[in-house]
DNA sequence: CAGTGGTCTAGACCACAAT
DNA sequence: TTGTGGTCTAGACCACTGG
């Protein structure tokens, strides 16, 4: 029987709470002093679990406030990948989508296999091309879980990005990435208007929310255009994330 | 004047001891209840420096043994760059290397702009061929400064790779990495036996050493036999990391 | 057996935010 | 002024490793 320690008690409340929403992006969660006498622990084991948690990127400490959940939540410590519309601004550039598609389909078996789950009958489908400075930098092919979002079909995603919205209405537990390089179809070639013979960084991602497949994601980004940087340290504890456009 | 804290303090204490080779790769670093002494502070305040630098992958805790200097080192938490001969053994394949350059080259204006240093005269360079089952999975391209590496060029890189000599060498402080779909020029393709018109992932790593740059790498993996996989949990702490081949 | 790390507690002092 | 997180201490008990 393995033995559980109370800050992973601690850890797992919080994370249990912020599946189920109780806590939603933006709101402030129970203070230390309000965990401690809840839960009855002493407060530097609270303190380790919170931190551990605000660490991860799950919450914002903000001495003197409050701790809240993230709004801008990082996907993992491993491959942070943020709002491509926040990249693109943070690289003075001006960004704006367009929504190839928007609609629920049949579950094909090609992707029902990502989502391990064969009682899914449908899915939502989005196909969104996103520009930096008018010049396409990244195809994005989505396939939603119905049962994570009812309201997918009814967002504007010229004006939030898919990710951003889905980042509120179900939070991430578990995040898987792939990155590959590939060729575009002829297709894929002309939307984002790159020559013949170009590469492309294939980023693959599914995330799981609550036990289940939330979304399968495929980010096609033409290569000359972008690419994945990161830097990290030891010292200073602060990692340098870059998405370079060129 | 930023107030430091104790934990960051004995932080840079190891820190400072690991780049100065004062402990090496395996080494036992000193215990919980000696650094409490020398450093005069609390245990809880050694156990927090002590494993957040576990948990950064740099040392090793055994409980009931020690801590130690861990000896397969993490680039980093963003992106594990395991050893390519580990990754290949572990997927059950047998590994090989052929070395297809070693030597001393003169330091040309394109390489030396990524060291930052414009006092280098000359560098190492090898270029190395890694292979799953006879297949090229990896071809490795690597500029060293001879400052942090006199031995370099006496190595037999068939049975050790220059990542896992230059760990033991030079204790990495700081890593970048950046991550691009390219075509490969035709001598690659035919190194690495790969079809016209198949792209490859072009991984650029630089590591920094004492405040210089160490090493300058680009490593080429073919598509469709390599790509980059990584999975994260909030919960149960644990990151599994993947390099599949096919 | 002594030494090690892993965790936990019940206090404490501080700087900062909100009111 | 009150509440918040950030840190630190000096103890404590435990499970495990090593000789």
């Not at 406030?65 to 942070?80: I, N």
């Not at 601004?89 to 029902?112: F, G, P, S």
Request: charged residues 25%.
């Amino acid at each position: 029987m393995a033995v559980i320690f109370q800050y992973e008690k601690i850890k797992d409340y919080i994370l249990t709470g912020l599946e189920e929403g109780t806590w939603q992006a933006g709101d402030k969660i129970p203070s230390e002093a309000e965990l401690v006498m809840s839960l009855n622990v002493s407060r530097m084991t609270v303190n380790r679990a919170v931190r551990e948690l605000a660490n991860s990127g799950l919450l914002v400490r903000i001495p003197g406030a409050g701790t809240f959940v993230a709004t801008e939540r990082k996907a993992a410590q491993l491959l942070e990948v943020r709002s491509i519309s926040d990249q693109i601004k943070e690289n003075n550039q001006v960004y704006k989508a367009t929504v190839l598609k928007l609609a629920i389909v049949k579950a094909i078996d090609n992707v029902l296999e990502e989502f391990e789950d064969t009682t899914i009958k449908s899915l939502y489908h989005s196909i969104i091309l996103h520009h930096a400075d008018d010049v396409p930098v990244q195809l994005e092919d989505r396939f939603v879980n119905p049962a994570i979002d009812k309201t997918y079909l009814d967002i504007d995603f010229t004006k939030t990005t898919p990710n951003e919205h889905l980042m509120q209405v179900a939070p991430l537990a578990e995040v898987e990435h792939i990155i590959e390089a590939i060729m575009p179809t002829k297709r894929e070639r002309k939307i984002l208007q790159i020559a013949e013979g170009t590469p492309c960084l294939l980023l693959t991602r599914r995330t799981w929310s609550g036990g289940h497949v939330a979304t399968y994601v495929r980010l096609k980004y033409p290569s000359k255009r972008f690419r994945f940087g990161t830097r990290f340290s030891y010292r200073g504890r602060k990692s340098v994330h870059r998405a370079a456009f060129s």
